[in-house]
């Protein structure tokens, strides 16, 4: 085991985040910010807009990561982990390169990031390694000495990330009424990605869509032996978001409630697995979208949490972090994981999650940031 209170060679622990709007006059600058060079018109960014103005223009995710920022902090102070904890946003305030500078100020000189996404695919990994080369970047632009930046590995398949999810699941199936309960499906949701990223994900390709697997057949499973009913499920997608003739994962969480439907099953519970907190895509794209969709067809349907600010999950994080503080100090420390895929590499290979347009990228075996 990793010593639980020593952080060494790293003096700070960044939480990078997608970053979202506070606000009705944010929602397209943040949108802007999102797809710039994508060439989308304004008046298709305000159209997509109406999700967030449904919810006051405020997306969840920033008032989330404030209390995940908290429930870090609290628990590193709680035992005995001396690491600041910063916060900053790939698309909106705390913006990353204002944050990188502000820790760089602070005398921050060896970092680790946390990513609020937890599996291997280019926008769920890649692309954050991108945006930190860039703000490096940045930074040296301005005169400053660009900090060692290092990333967690993947926590997909770590019991504090799988296990509140697991309670989550349970605590939905209890929501169902009584009568249809024994018989609900299981609905494992994802974002879905281009077919062309999910197949080159990871190191080999196919990391994406397996490291989901995995984790459904190990949160199914701990479902079956707490209520010994062995339920039926599927991975599914959703917020799918690019071009009709470009093939993405499939099938639609809401095509998938239309079959399930049509095949007679009494109810379904929607278990976001591929999402750390409840943010837009979650409150939108399930809560709204799917769930007027189950009201539709009559399915009775529940949505199970997400890990949010679970103790369990910041637990996680200071043990992934003292687990990577020990590596680095050249000692081989117990590394977590549930499921059969086993924990994750520390550092992204060559190659990994690859771009359509190659770009630097930090936290890497070919980061220009060493």
Same mark, same amino acid.
């Given at each position: 085991m990793s010593d639980a209170t020593d952080a060494r060679p790293y003096d700070a622990l960044l939480l990078l985040s997608f970053g979202g709007p506070e606000g009705p006059d944010d929602v397209v600058p943040f949108l802007e910010n999102v797809t710039r060079g994508r060439g989308i018109p304004r008046e298709r960014l305000e159209e997509v807009g109406q999700h967030y103005y449904l919810f006051g223009g405020v997306s969840p995710i920033n008032a989330q990561n404030r209390e995940l920022l908290a429930a870090l902090r609290e628990d590193f102070a709680a035992n005995g982990l001396d690491l600041p904890v910063y916060w900053g946003n790939r698309n909106w305030a705390p913006y990353l390169t204002d944050t990188l500078r502000e820790m760089v100020s602070d005398g921050r000189r060896r970092i680790l990031v946390l990513a609020t996404s937890a599996y291997a695919s280019y926008s769920g990994c890649r692309q954050y390694r991108e945006n930190l080369a860039e703000a490096l970047a940045a930074l040296e632009a301005e005169g400053l000495r660009a900090p060692r930046v290092d990333k967690l590995r993947h926590y997909f398949n770590h019991p504090g990330f799988v296990r509140p999810m697991t309670d989550g699941v349970l605590a939905a199936l209890a929501e169902l009424p009584g009568e249809v309960r024994a018989g609900a499906?299981?609905?494992?949701?994802?974002?879905?990605?281009?077919?062309?990223q999910a197949e080159t994900s990871g190191p080999d390709g196919g990391a994406y869509v397996a490291q989901h697997l995995d984790v459904a057949r190990v949160i199914a499973g701990a479902v079956r032996e707490e209520t010994g009913v062995d339920r039926p499920w599927e991975l599914v997608y959703q917020s799918r978001s690019g071009a009709p003739h470009i093939p993405w994962l499939e099938p639609d969480v809401c095509d998938h409630l239309e079959a399930l439907h049509g095949q007679g099953?009494?109810?379904?519970?929607?278990?976001?697995?591929?999402?750390?907190?409840?943010?837009?895509?979650?409150?939108?794209?399930?809560?709204?979208? #799917?769930?007027?969709? $189950?009201?539709?067809?009559?399915?009775? @349907? &529940? *949505?199970? #949490?997400?890990?949010? $600010?679970?103790?369990?999950?910041?637990? @996680? &994080? *200071?043990?992934?972090?003292?687990?990577?503080?020990?590596a680095e100090r050249g000692e081989h420390p117990e590394r977590c994981a549930l499921g059969a895929l086993g924990a994750g590499h520390d550092v992204c290979p060559v190659g990994c999650c690859p771009a359509r347009t190659p770009k630097p990228a930090a936290a890497g075996a070919d980061s220009p940031y060493a």
């Open positions: 499906h299981l609905v494992f949701t994802t974002h879905s990605i281009p077919l062309s099953v009494p109810a379904a519970v929607m278990v976001p697995i591929g999402f750390v907190s409840d943010h837009m895509e979650v409150l939108y794209d399930l809560d709204t979208e #799917a769930m007027a969709k $189950a009201g539709e067809l009559g399915l009775p @349907a &529940v *949505r199970s #949490a997400t890990v949010g $600010a679970d103790p369990r999950f910041a637990a @996680a &994080v *200071r043990d992934l972090v003292t687990e990577r503080a020990a």
